[in-house]
């Protein structure tokens, strides 16, 4: 501890000052805290040591800033993708799957998922509040029409089966 005490007192009290004047160009008399010229305050100089700081710290900035770099070209979008896998259960989402599941041909089963699209339609009809009697007709003809529409593409949906059914036959 007595070394590193040593070290901050040398430090302390030999301050690098400037050696001459930054306004009139004189060389500071030795020790003096103002410029014999023209008064002006004897600044501290740029010391070695902090210039070697800012030196380090401007190598550690770039660095820094050079690892970001690589690091952001090294991750591209394929990357993330292959080393996201996708959770197991979620095939059985895709459309294939279901078509395979439900056994119907992709005509009918996007008349199905239309159909069940109506019908969704005329649940949430359901959650609109009527404050008239004229509200409540219209949500009346709302639901009355989305279901017409889940009923139209069922049969649509169906036929379409038959006839691929008997495409198939
Ligand atoms: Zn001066």
Redesign the pocket.
Known sequence: MPVIADEVVVRESLPSMAEA?P????EFLLGSRF?H????RRREAVSSEARADAAVMAGLWEQAVTRVHSVAAGLSWRQIGSKITLPAWLRYLTFHEIQSWVGLSTASLIAFIIGVGCVAGALLVGLLTAKTLVDWQAIQFYRAEWLLGATASFVAGILLKKSSDRDRG
Not at 37 to 40: A, L, N, R, S
């Open positions: 004047c306004r009139c160009g004189t410029c010229t023209c008064g002006d």
